[in-house]
């Protein structure tokens, strides 16, 4: 299997684990998964009414991009890029996209 269809669907079931989970909080608001596999961009996200404050947020957004998984966005407990090298996939794969150039060289992640 191709490593880029094999990288896609393993982010999407990550997806929408996170997504069902977060569902399954009772009175919060709808985890929704929106899948671009064109553009190899995949996001979580939160949509609906907490109490008198309407939320409109996401919390995992997540770029395919040469052939590396790029971490755009976290706003989990333990980290997407947990559940990617539980996965199978090589750190040397991620990219921690939210962490500033001169700190990623040092997160045992992808630089780009």
């Known amino acids: 299997m191709d490593t880029t269809i094999k990288y896609k669907e ?44 309407y939320l409109h947020a996401t919390p995992i957004h997540i770029d395919l991009i040469n052939d590396k998984i790029w971490i755009q966005y ?3 407990e333990e980290g997407v890029a947990t559940d990617l ?16 150039p001169k700190i990623r060289e040092h997160t045992g992640f992808a630089v780009s």
């Open 10 to 53: 393993i982010i999407k079931n990550i997806l929408r684990e996170h997504a069902e989970f977060r569902d399954s909080i009772p009175d919060r608001y709808h985890s929704h998964v929106l899948f671009d596999d064109e553009r190899g961009r995949y996001l979580v996200l939160d949509i609906g009414w907490s109490d008198r404050k």
């Open 74 to 76: 976290d706003d989990t």
């Open 85 to 100: 090298i539980e996965a199978g996939i090589p750190k040397q794969d991620i990219v921690l996209g939210f962490r500033h």
